[in-house]
């Protein structure tokens, strides 16, 4: 049992949104699936916060979520998308159409209108750039970097930020209370990142 309530709590923290199945045997007689869920629900719980739950997607959302990680793993990999943060400004650069998963801190805003869905105290949202810069006004008590360098002006390969591995993701849209569920999201070049910043 503790090997699989490993591998379902692993898919969990990974944000895979692929639907788990189980034998209905596994239901009936021994009940064998509730002490494995009750054992992924208790390690999830005791490593999140309430605000954290456990969300279960519909297939048709399931689907969406797995067709806009491939659409973002695809840009990541082109470089076409870049970000900086001055103070609590982040900017977002890349080509009209792209579509850009951000997350960050409470309180964020976009032209002045609250950012994103909240959860687990973040603001999440994929945003759809038109060709000019997409800017976030964090709140001012958002911890982090206060100032980033702008981009160079033509785009750089992204850094990437292994899961489960935030210490690097200093320059990173994702607020540095992320936890490690959060989306990888949109992360600063580093080249573009003072030296100290690295």
Do not use: C
């Amino acid at each position: 049992m503790p090997e699989q309530v490993r591998i379902m709590l692993g898919y969990i923290l990974t944000n895979d949104p692929r639907p788990f199945y189980v034998h209905q045997s596994n239901l009936s007689e021994t009940g064998l699936l509730y002490p494995v869920l009750d054992a992924v629900l208790g390690a999830y719980r005791a490593k999140f916060a309430g605000n954290a739950p456990v969300v279960e997607l519909t297939q048709t959302d399931a689907g969406r979520v797995l067709q806009d990680e491939a659409a973002w793993a695809q840009t990541r990999a082109a470089g076409t998308v870049s970000a900086y943060r001055e103070g609590t400004v982040v900017t977002v650069n890349g080509p009209a159409g792209t579509v850009v998963p951000v997350t960050a801190p409470a309180g964020t805003t976009v032209g002045g209108t609250g950012f994103g869905t909240g959860y687990g105290g973040e603001q999440s949202a994929y945003r759809t750039l038109d060709g000019s810069a997409l800017t976030l006004t964090l709140p001012a008590t958002a911890a982090g970097p206060q100032n980033l360098a702008p981009p160079a002006p033509a785009p750089l390969p992204a850094a990437p930020v292994p899961p489960g591995d935030r210490e690097g993701a200093a320059g990173s849209v994702t607020s540095d209370a992320a936890q490690d569920s959060a989306p990888q999201d949109v992360v600063v070049p580093a080249e573009t990142r003072p030296e100290g910043d690295r």
